[in-house]
């Protein structure tokens, strides 16, 4: 593996307590292509940096003065304490919003002026792939989905991608203001090797998991072609970020026996009753039918037991009787 230098993102405040818990947040951080220096003044900061290129240099509003114009910053951002625009060329930074909106507003001014995206992150890696996918209606598919996803995130990296039409999961992943998959193709068409960045722009957590949130606008998936899915998981894949990828999938998605054929492991979930047993006959046929066998050589058919209690909240979702049934499931991966 080949690691880059890191680039440099400055940071000068007064408030020692802001910048000390900023440090801390950022650390957590363990992908993001920066070395972090922070200063408590000005001069300080002048004195540090003098023989240094800033990526990013990020100055409280308090503390700005025109003595940063003698530094070499690809980037200057301010963070904004008053409310009032004051330095309009400049790209302004709410201070205190939540950290994690603050770190994806300076992710994005860095993808502006990175010329080496990631230069500290190995590229390259093998994710497992694990589609979860069902004929059959209200069999608990993103539940289970869910709930394999966070127990996987508490010992390996895990990505949660959701392709409903209707994901109905906005209630649990309330996030649904923010951007979306929608946007995380848009930068696919764009700055192929900034892909990476652009997407730290999009991540959301519920503890370890990382999850894109779904499409608000369902019928926007019809129009993605199976080349555009192909590309993107190529893409993610190949950060070498994740050793699982969930895929909560459905038939919205052009190319679905294409994804599912990449799955290493495909979970389908049914009922025990006439009706599904049909639906997941002609499934079968259809699987057939485009010679697509292979996908059930994958497959794991579970007919999960009638449970007392579901869980409401992502917290729970790894106790509980849910909980008890996937953590028999996970032997299979």
């Excluded at 000005?42 to 240094?52: A, D, P, V």
């Excluded at 052009?254 to 997941?280: H, N, P, V, W």
């Excluded at 259809?286 to 209690?309: D, M, N, V």
């Amino acid at each position: 593996m080949k690691y880059r230098k890191l680039d440099i993102l400055a940071l000068c405040d007064r408030e020692e307590e802001y910048i000390q818990s900023f440090a801390e947040y950022v650390k957590r951080y363990k992908n993001l292509p920066w070395e972090l220096h922070v200063y408590t003044d000005l001069e300080e900061l002048m004195r540090g940096e003098e023989n240094n290129f800033i990526s990013v240099l990020i100055m409280a509003e308090s503390v700005f003065g025109p003595e940063w114009k003698g530094l070499k910053a690809g980037c200057t951002v301010i963070l904004n304490e008053s409310g009032v625009i004051r330095y309009p060329d400049l790209k302004n930074v709410d201070k205190y919003q939540c950290a994690e909106n603050v770190v994806k507003e300076l992710v994005e001014a860095y993808a502006e002026v990175a010329e080496n995206p990631l230069p500290g992150l190995a590229q390259g890696g093998s994710a497992k792939l694990v589609g979860i996918y069902s004929p059959v209606r209200r069999c608990l598919q993103t539940s289970f989905a869910l709930t394999l996803s966070q127990m996987l995130a508490r010992d390996s990296p895990t990505l949660y991608l959701n392709f409903e039409h209707y994901a109905g999961i906005g209630g649990i992943l309330p996030d649904m203001q923010v951007k979306d998959l929608g946007d995380l193709l848009y930068f696919l068409n764009g700055e192929g090797d900034k892909f990476s960045l652009r997407m730290e722009t999009l991540i959301q957590k519920k503890g370890s998991l990382d999850y894109i949130p779904p499409m608000k606008a369902g019928q926007n998936l019809l129009t993605v072609t199976p080349q555009e899915w192909r590309r993107l998981l190529t893409k993610i894949e190949e950060m070498g970020k994740y050793e699982y990828i969930i895929l909560d999938l459905s038939e919205s998605i052009q190319g679905l026996f294409e994804i599912m054929s990449r799955c290493y492991k495909i979970f389908t979930l049914t009922q025990s009753d006439k009706a599904a047993e049909g639906k997941l006959l002609q499934y079968e046929q259809l699987l057939a039918l485009y010679q697509a066998e292979e996908i059930l050589q994958k497959t794991s058919r579970l007919c999960p037991p009638r449970f007392g209690r579901l869980p409401e909240e992502p917290e729970q979702y790894t106790k509980g009787e849910l909980a008890e049934y996937v953590k028999e499931i996970l032997k299979e991966l």
